[in-house]
């Protein structure tokens, strides 16, 4: 992985937080910055959506970091802190959300 450490530091971030971040081991974050090992494609998803990103620039396939930016869209300030922290959140984590959506959804 190319970027990781650059992305990790410009965030001020260890890999420790990193690990925490996506629910792995500091040793596996350390195998993935330092080439020895890589994500899965799931994973890379994941690592590119928390730092707002495109998986190319993530991989060093493009030069154009492709940053998502939400504050220029026609959402509200609360709905970009929501969909910046759903980003941030496993697979799973992100279908326990919608279930629960729309299980209070189905009640009102």
Request: charged share 25%.
């Amino acid at each position: 992985m190319i970027r990781l450490y650059e992305l990790r530091t410009e965030k001020n971030l260890s890999q420790r937080d990193i690990a925490k971040q996506f629910n792995i081991s500091q040793a596996t974050y350390h195998n993935w910055e330092n080439g020895i090992t890589q994500p899965t494609i799931e994973q890379l998803i994941q690592i590119a959506q928390f730092f707002g990103i495109s998986v190319d620039y993530l991989i060093g396939n493009s030069d154009d970091c492709g940053i998502i930016n939400y504050e220029d869209s026609y959402l509200r300030v609360d709905e970009v802190e929501l969909l910046g922290h759903y980003n941030s959140l496993p697979d799973n984590a992100r279908k326990n959300i919608l279930d629960f959506i729309k299980n209070i959804k189905s009640n009102i």
